[in-house]
């Protein structure tokens, strides 16, 4: 038996929820993703295995991409299984591929289901942040329009040049992404891709010569992303004025002397609308960076710009020069401001009406909640600028309900989950954003999400304590801790690290009360590895520093109730509580709390759960608590409650025990104490199963033993009969 908690609390349906649940493709996307060893089989066919290459070939062909290596079959290849051939079309098999990568389960077993063209055919890849390697090959046989292959774990640029991409590919291929992919000394870096429009080259150790090399091969490239490169001239960009379009280059050092040469290249790009000068910020900017913002504010006149990005760039620009561009400019939609002082400046333009056509543009910056919801959006991979969103929405919008605020908040942790500032930034805003009756407002879906971030964050720095007792703050909320989906072992588990690495008494309030309501919900086996020596010794540790404790201390009533549920059922957990002295521990609190409302009952709730282990309950019948048992089955209490759970202590005790001491009185203190009982109206208990009732059921020496189990049974199933 465990504490009774409440599951299923009326919910206002009134309440507005500000996003729908998952569409049907994507539920069915992560079905298959999950159950991708469960629904796919082995197969057949020829697989090509490469070593690292003797010497580099010219071009790749389909048997020999990466120079010389063996044709083997090392890697067990995979299908979807089915009765008769099937062919899944490209947009399903994109999405998939696409949203394995996306959850961490792309790998290069996983891989191997996309090998066969005439099934799951792809024409758009996206494999980032994964690990594959080795099943790279299998993607050859398809031709790409697409590859997205950011941050590859493991793979370089090679692999995707001289392993994946085939004759045909070089001919279609329209879109390139290799963003933080390592590019190999040795490489040439070819781009011979003749119909390539975007690439996207960032933080990758692209070179003014490659940069040269590049513009010269594609003459028809319309989105080029260089950011954070080792570029410092931009004069190839003249080969490619004609046709470039977006064009981003954050964080890229230019020479110093470059400045009037660039609004002159700028000049000569008719078509571009994008623009993004943005730089990490730095403390003060240097005189060449002022002269080159100031000459492409005042000289560039680019009639089609839509997007403008100057952040980091302007703490000695001034609201003039900001407003004469913007008029030059009729077409643009955003402008990029953060970490610098005018976007403050803007935001009181903006609301003093005195400048209309600032109220048609999309500012990024940090003075106002739009402009921060912009920010948010604009530069969730930048760590810096999110720290900054999430410091300055906490500063501004406390409590304010906003669904997509939320979903950057969480994707923003995500993506600098190492960042331990912005997890203590993200972490306080998520917490004050889905709060108490504020989590009403959102989807459950958006606070599993919220959960499945604090949890990476607790598990990334254990030892933080102001991220600990954020994380714990956010996690310690009703609707998120009994509606949303998200692994309850691990946020269990994390909790009682918490507790174990910290003397914060609000820290371990929050975590105890967390796992009191999640050890009801983890698995049999989970429920053991949260009983292990280390989280029972500190658990009954914090009991013990409370034995003194004022009434109503929370933290006392929490672990109590923890302990009680973790030993529901888990006679591993049930034998580790007696090893670290509970029992011992347990009456004393018994004794020094027995006129609490609720301390008792948790009490004998546990030594009901330990009554139910046969090998255990010879501890029970010993003269120091044996009394105590058959005291506390007195009806005179208020309610109930501490009786039943004593009756129920004995009458495991009788079950297979017929000499047990003071058997004759124990029989006849619980068919006292039961004929006094009342029905109630509330739920005491709740139980994971009647499994340990049904022996007592059968129990024919002792008539009252049987009749507990069946008050027990009647009671939960009549007041509770949905469960």
């Known amino acids: 038996m465990s504490d009774w908690m409440c599951f299923d609390e009326p919910y206002d349906k009134e309440v507005e929820t500000f996003v729908s649940p998952p569409t049907l493709q994507k539920l069915s996307l992560e079905s298959v993703s999950i159950n991708m060893s469960v629904i796919c089989v082995s197969v057949d066919r020829p697989y090509y295995c490469y070593d690292k290459p003797s010497a580099m070939c010219d071009r790749p062909v389909v048997s020999y991409r990466y120079g010389s290596y063996d044709v083997t079959s090392c890697v067990q290849q995979h299908a979807f299984y089915s009765p008769k051939p099937y062919y899944i079309p490209p947009r399903i098999s994109e999405a998939l591929l696409a949203h394995l990568a996306e959850t961490h389960r792309l790998n290069d077993n996983s891989m191997t289901v996309f090998g066969d063209p005439l099934t799951c055919k792809l024409e758009s890849i996206d494999i980032s942040n994964s690990p594959v390697i080795e099943s790279l090959p299998l993607l050859t046989d398809h031709v790409l329009t697409e590859i997205c292959a950011d941050n590859l774990i493991n793979a370089s640029y090679n692999h995707i040049y001289y392993v994946i991409i085939n004759t045909k590919t070089v001919e279609t291929l329209r879109k390139l992404s290799i963003s933080s992919i390592k590019i190999p000394e040795d490489s040439e870096f070819d781009f011979p891709f003749p119909n390539l429009t975007h690439l996207n080259v960032s933080s990758t150790s692209v070179t003014n010569e490659n940069f040269k090399s590049l513009s010269e091969n594609l003459l028809m490239l319309k989105d080029l992303d260089i950011s954070s490169t080792k570029i410092t001239s931009l004069e190839p960009l003249v080969n490619i004025s004609r046709t470039i379009k977006r064009f981003a280059l954050y964080n890229v050092g230019l020479h110093d002397d470059t400045s009037t040469r660039i609004t002159d290249l700028f000049d000569c790009c008719k078509l571009l609308n994008y623009l993004d000068l943005s730089i990490e910020p730095v403390p003060v900017n240097t005189d060449s960076q002022y002269e080159l913002i100031e000459l492409i504010l005042t000289r560039v006149n680019l009639p089609l710009l839509t997007y403008f990005d100057i952040s980091g760039l302007a703490d000695r620009i001034s609201i003039n020069l900001i407003l004469s561009f913007v008029k030059r400019h009729d077409n643009l939609a955003f402008l990029g401001l953060m970490f610098t002082p005018v976007c403050h400046d803007i935001a009181d333009l903006r609301n003093s009406n005195e400048r209309n056509r600032l109220r048609c543009i999309d500012v990024a910056g940090d003075a106002n909640k739009s402009q921060i919801i912009q920010s948010m959006r604009r530069y969730i991979s930048r760590s810096r600028y999110v720290q900054r969103s999430f410091h300055a929405w906490f500063e501004i919008a406390n409590g304010t309900v906003n669904a997509e605020v939320v979903g950057c908040l969480v994707t923003g942790m995500e993506l600098h989950s190492v960042k331990v500032d912005v997890q203590m930034a993200g972490s306080a805003c998520l917490y004050n954003t889905t709060r108490r009756q504020i989590s009403n407002k959102y989807h459950t879906s958006i606070l599993a999400r919220v959960a499945n971030a604090v949890i990476l964050a607790m598990s990334n720095f254990p030892k933080v304590v102001q991220l600990q007792r954020n994380c714990l703050l956010t996690l310690c909320n009703d609707r998120i801790l009994k509606f949303a989906l998200f692994s309850y072992y691990d946020a269990s588990r994390l909790a009682l690290e918490a507790v174990c690495n910290s003397n914060d008494v609000t820290v371990h309030r929050l975590a105890v009360a967390i796992c009191y309501i999640l050890a009801a919900k983890v698995t049999p086996v989970e429920m053991s590895l949260l009983g292990s020596p280390r989280y029972m010794s500190r658990l009954l540790g914090l009991l013990s520093d409370r034995l003194d404790s004022p009434p109503g201390d929370t933290v006392l009533r929490y672990t109590l109730s923890t302990l009680w549920n973790l030993t529901d059922e888990s006679p591993s957990n049930c034998t580790a509580f007696i090893n670290h002295g509970g029992l011992t521990l347990f009456m004393k609190i018994l004794n020094n709390f027995q006129n609490d409302k609720f301390i008792p009952n948790k009490?004998?709730?546990?030594?009901?759960?330990?009554?139910?282990?046969?090998?255990?309950?010879?501890?029970?019948?010993?003269?120091?608590?044996?009394?105590?048992?058959?005291?506390?089955?007195?009806?005179?209490?208020?309610?109930?409650?501490?009786?039943?759970?004593?009756?129920?202590?004995?009458?495991?005790?009788?079950?297979?025990?017929?000499?047990?001491?003071?058997?004759?009185?124990?029989?006849?203190?619980?068919?006292?104490?039961?004929?006094?009982?009342?029905?109630?109206?509330?739920?005491?208990?709740?139980?994971?199963?009647?499994?340990?009732?049904?022996?007592?059921?059968?129990?024919?020496?002792?008539?009252?033993?049987?009749?507990?189990?069946?008050?027990?049974?009647?009671?939960?199933?009549?007041?509770?009969?949905?469960?």
């Open 603 to 723: 009490v004998l709730g546990l030594l009901n759960n330990i009554a139910e282990v046969q090998n255990l309950r010879h501890y029970l019948v010993k003269d120091d608590i044996l009394p105590e048992i058959i005291k506390m089955m007195d009806c005179s209490r208020d309610d109930i409650k501490v009786s039943y759970f004593a009756v129920g202590i004995a009458a495991h005790l009788l079950l297979e025990e017929p000499n047990t001491p003071k058997g004759d009185e124990l029989g006849r203190a619980m068919k006292g104490a039961m004929d006094s009982w009342t029905p109630q109206d509330d739920v005491m208990v709740a139980y994971r199963s009647f499994y340990p009732l049904v022996p007592l059921l059968r129990c024919t020496r002792q008539p009252e033993v049987a009749r507990w189990a069946v008050w027990a049974i009647h009671h939960v199933c009549s007041r509770r009969p949905q469960r």
